[in-house]
């Protein structure tokens, strides 16, 4: 079965410092995984994904993750956290099924960015 | 334009009340999404449409059923539910479901409660 795991809850970084939020996934075949940020009562926004090809992926905002296949890993980093990047991110890997496809999600990370 | 639409914001409806959630996209995607998610937890997918046609249910409980009027349009439609079926309601598209490579766009959500 196809699974994803984000092992923080809550990520706590000050304002201009790096940020990771790291995702970990068990997959059969090859991973398409997807990061997602999600602010305070609203959808989900896309941030990236990898899908194949070079294993460092950028995506909207300023986000990038590194796919790392050894490891399982798909760690979702930014150079320089903005306190508006506070948010709720999820990891995500499509799983595919006989009748299409679905997301599986991790249980979500919460980012607390301080000025 | 990247916009999924979803109304109404906000629905309070009785256990006896039936009410229909609403969800449009105008990005030509063929696979649109509904997904139920509880406060601070992942959203768990319910349906999967897919050229119009219903190609995942993830054994959702009768009183909620989908329908997909035309390759724009998705709705949910709500008949004698529980309490615990409070949560966020997220319709997402894509632009299609094969081999799982394209991310989903997602909308605002609506907010249930059942009282």
């Known amino acids: 079965a196809q699974s994803v795991a984000q092992p923080e809850d809550q990520v706590n970084v000050a304002e201009g410092n790096p940020l990771t939020v790291k995702c970990t996934y068990s997959v059969s075949g090859n991973p398409y995984l997807f990061w997602y940020v999600q602010y305070p009562n609203r959808g989900l926004q896309f941030l990236l994904k990898y899908i194949t090809g070079d294993n460092l992926v950028k995506g909207s905002y300023g986000f990038e993750a590194e796919f790392n296949k050894s490891q399982t890993s798909f760690h979702l980093k930014k150079p320089s956290a903005l306190v508006s990047d506070s948010a709720l991110y999820f990891c995500a890997v499509a799983m595919i099924k006989a009748a299409g496809n679905k997301l599986t999600f991790g249980g979500g990370t919460r980012v607390l960015v301080k000025p | 334009d990247t916009e999924v639409t979803q109304t109404p914001k906000h629905l309070v409806m009785g256990m006896t009340n039936k009410k229909s959630l609403k969800c449009e996209q105008h990005?030509?995607?063929?696979?649109m999404y509904w997904y139920k998610q509880k406060a601070k937890k992942p959203p768990e997918l319910m349906f999967v449409y897919s050229y119009e046609k219903l190609s995942i249910n993830e054994s959702v409980p009768s009183r909620f059923s989908p329908e997909c009027p035309n390759s724009s349009l998705l709705n949910l439609h709500l008949h004698a539910l529980q309490p615990e079926d409070s949560a966020l309601y997220l319709c997402?598209?894509?632009?299609?479901?094969?081999?799982?490579?394209?991310?989903?766009?997602f909308g605002p959500g609506t907010r249930l409660t059942v009282t």
């Open positions: 997402a598209s894509s632009q299609e479901l094969a081999g799982g490579t394209y991310e989903q766009y």
């Open positions: 990005m030509g995607h063929r696979a």
